[in-house]
């Protein structure tokens, strides 16, 4: 039996529907669940809306080279959001076209629709020398998602912190809307 095949298999579903929704390219983005003191992460260069259970990684909260070598390059950033917030149980990383391209001209993002407003209020723009795999936007996310769901690696795309996997997703699906919305009434 594969440890933790329960999560590994929330996360299989959370990917697929994250790929088909359009919230990323076929290789783009990652996706972790915090269990205890491990992580249990995508491997590096699989593809989120086709993952299987051998496609993960379980490492722990520390530095562990042994294990981190084989997962997602954004473990770093993962790593440090689990470590700044108990209460974060998942993390899902996504290119979302529509969020991605309001992160190149907005320094936050502010929802027009309802549904945003709710669920995610203002989300901040996150900006960075190096924006994959840094330790700086790994130490400036694990502090804006203390107080916000979503925030948006400026040209890079959204990190969600949730409680579930689905929750994650439901920041990350509601961003996207919001952005498109922001596009079409530019547009109007």
Known sequence: MVPFQKEREILIKIGKIAFEAGLTDTHGGNISMRIGEYILIKRSGKMLGYLKEEDFVLTT????????????????????????NENTKAILHTHSPFTVACSLKM????????????????????????VVSSPEVAEKLSKIL???????????????????????????????????????????
């Open 146 to 188: 203390k107080e916000h769901p979503v925030a948006v690696v400026y040209s890079h795309g959204p990190f969600a912190a949730g409680r579930t996997p689905e929750e994650a997703l439901m920041f990350i699906s509601a961003l996207e809307n919001s952005c498109k919305i922001l596009a079409a009434v530019k547009n109007l």
């Open 61 to 84: 909260l520390s530095e562990n080279p042994e294990l981190d070598r084989f997962a997602s390059m954004e473990l770093v950033v993962h790593r440090a959001i689990y470590r700044a």
């Open 107 to 130: 320094e936050k993002i502010i929802p027009l629709d309802s549904e945003g407003r709710l669920l995610l209020g203002e989300v901040p723009v996150v900006k960075a020398e190096k």
